[in-house]
């Protein structure tokens, strides 16, 4: 957005590492409805075809459900905090028109209490 470059401590796309560039990818990726769908498709097809021979292990299905419930809960937090990211940017660009406009304001303000013929007019 362009709001950010007023924020000293947010970097911009030059300035992220490659740490932050692979988080932000995978926050926006994993934090999707879409990657639930997918995730709990592949792995009600894993539960039903019993993980197609390859896993026999005696609590196979209780280790499954548990992490199918771990993954889900993962996605629906990034999807949680995506969400609660976008309501902190709009309140930010609220908060920034709201300031400029004070500005302007208080210029005006300022204009007209100077003295006739004020060199600072």
């Known amino acids: 957005m362009k709001h950010w470059r007023f924020h000293p401590s947010v970097p911009t796309d030059n300035e992220r590492d490659l740490g932050e560039k692979a988080a932000d990818a995978l926050r926006l990726g994993m934090g999707s409805w879409s990657f639930i769908g997918v995730f709990g ?9 019993g993980g197609l021979g390859m896993d026999r292990s005696p609590y ?40 400029e406009e004070i500005h ?18």
Request: aromatic residues 6%; hydrophobic residues 50%; glycine residues 6%.
């Open 41 to 49: 498709f592949i792995l009600c097809v894993w539960l039903i075809t």
């Open 104 to 121: 302007l304001l208080l210029g005006e303000v300022h204009r007209t209490n100077l003295p006739e013929g004020d060199p600072n007019a």
């Open 60 to 99: 196979f299905h209780l280790n499954l459900i548990l992490s199918m419930i771990a993954g889900l809960q993962g996605s629906a937090l990034l999807i949680s905090d995506k969400r609660a990211d976008r309501i902190n940017a709009e309140i930010t660009k609220y908060h920034l028109e709201l300031t």
